[in-house]
């Protein structure tokens, strides 16, 4: 084969300018015989390199696997700017976890390592860690799930984002806004995970159907982490959704998370549903939530990287009964560190409606609105003394975000937002924030 390519060689050369060699004296052949003994000296050269690569099966590392993970790590900051106290909860959840998360002035939030890979070709596994600012390290997600059991079925095990809702499962860096609507603020946390099981069922149709379900430890709030054997928690949802033309799609879902509350504790706090200062009290009882979501995308041409818009919006409604307990320990009658116990049901929900538009391939701007209903309390003739059980107050927030993205690694935002979520204490909020993306991160959900 080399013996061809050396012949090719030296007829392209003489055809080249064949004039001149018909021509060519001594001299002239002798240089023509010079450049074919380089051009032969370059091609063997570029063979022995070839024969000395590493032969790779078409079954060995690709691009991701358990040799070569997609390892990407996740830079963020804010300045914030707000007059009001962010730790104060929505009026009428302070027995919920209501974590804002803001912070005055310049700080780095929390750094996410996350590491994925095939494991083999039964099952892939993802590790996701969260880096605190102050120090320490936690698993936000760490999970293994099924690649391989064929007829629509995925399995997942371990600790993970619920399937429940829409934005439930998005990582933060993905959010189109600074923080999380009041509703997850209030009701999720944040955002709801729990260890256990998930197992979902993709639908063989033409349009996207989708059905799971999980149990589990019952960790995430509002469950509480119970030392007992079995589940502490159990999700159900169901996804729909199709395309319309090229242009447009839609996604639907309804969700149902049931879990048990024990001695879900707030202390000090003037407003759950109206207790007093220097009370501290607890809630033991049953939690039972659904929820409704639904998202419509339109790119027009059907390119969403030049221009698209998004409307999405969630409700969720939380129902819970059981017994509040109150240890008064003030100088009132009672005595101090006398506990008051009485029973206690409430029904509270929330909704948010957000759009977002692209109207340049790096610019896009947002507007959200979001509203909670702290219910209005049923409560037992002991404990009725202490508790407000109608505030007559809707806890809402208008927010405005624009952000520039040069790149699909970079984001930086500005959020402007009034904050009318706790009763007489409105708040003007001003956020800039970063979101800096390092190394290979996969795909994100519709």
């Not at 969403?304 to 969630?314: A, D, M, P, S, T």
Request: glycine share 10%; aromatic share 10%.
């Amino acid at each position: 084969m080399s013996r061809n390519i050396y012949w090719c060689a030296a007829v392209a050369a003489l055809l080249g300018n064949p004039l001149n060699v018909f021509a060519a004296d001594d001299n002239g052949l002798q240089d023509i015989r010079d450049q074919i003994q380089q051009l032969q000296q370059s091609v063997a050269a570029q063979a022995q390199a070839v024969t000395q690569q590493p032969i790779r099966s078409s079954a060995g590392p690709s691009s991701e696997n358990s040799f070569n993970p997609a390892v990407s790590m996740i830079l963020s900051g804010t300045y914030g700017q707000l007059k009001q106290d962010p730790v104060v909860p929505a009026t009428g959840f302070a027995m919920n976890a209501n974590n804002t998360g803001y912070t005055r002035g310049f700080s780095l939030k929390e750094s996410e390592l996350s590491i994925a890979a095939n494991i083999d070709p039964q099952f892939r596994g993802v590790g996701t860690f969260s880096l605190d600012p102050a120090g320490g390290i936690s698993v936000e997600n760490g999970f293994v799930q099924t690649s391989a059991l064929g007829n629509g079925l995925n399995l997942k095990f371990g600790r993970f984002f619920s399937g429940l809702g829409y934005l439930n499962e998005q990582h933060s860096h993905v959010w189109d806004f600074v923080d999380q609507p009041l509703v997850y603020r209030a009701l999720w946390d944040n955002q709801y995970a729990d260890d256990g099981l998930q197992l979902k069922w993709l639908a063989p149709t033409d349009m996207f159907v989708e059905v799971g379900g999980e149990i589990g430890r019952g960790l995430g709030f509002p469950g509480t982490d119970q030392n007992k054997n079995g589940a502490g928690a159990g999700v159900l949802f169901a996804h729909i959704g199709d395309d319309i033309g090229i242009e447009q799609s839609w996604r639907a879902g309804a969700s149902l998370h049931q879990t048990r509350r024990v001695d879900a504790v707030s202390v000090a706090v003037p407003d759950l549903a109206g207790t007093v200062s220097g009370v501290s009290n607890s809630f033991t009882g049953d939690s039972q939530t659904a929820g409704l979501d639904f998202v419509w995308k339109y790119s027009h041409n059907g390119n969403i990287r030049e221009r698209y818009l998004k409307v999405q919006g969630e409700y969720f409604r939380r129902k819970e009964s059981g017994m509040l307990t109150y240890n008064l320990d003030t100088s009132v009658a009672p005595p101090p560190g006398t506990n008051i116990a009485g029973n206690y049901a409430n029904t509270q929900s929330g909704w948010y409606l957000q759009s977002v538009y692209q109207f340049m391939p790096t610019w896009r701007t947002g507007l959200r609105y979001d509203r909670l209903d702290p219910g209005t309390a049923s409560v037992g003739a002991s404990i009725a003394a202490n508790v407000i059980s109608d505030y007559s107050f809707n806890p809402s927030r208008l927010t405005w975000m624009a952000d520039y993205n040069p790149s699909e690694f970079t984001r930086i935002r500005l959020q402007l937002a009034h904050d009318n979520s706790r009763q007489g204490l409105a708040d003007n909020q001003l956020f800039v924030q970063y979101i800096m993306s390092l190394g290979a991160h996969g795909a994100h959900q519709y």
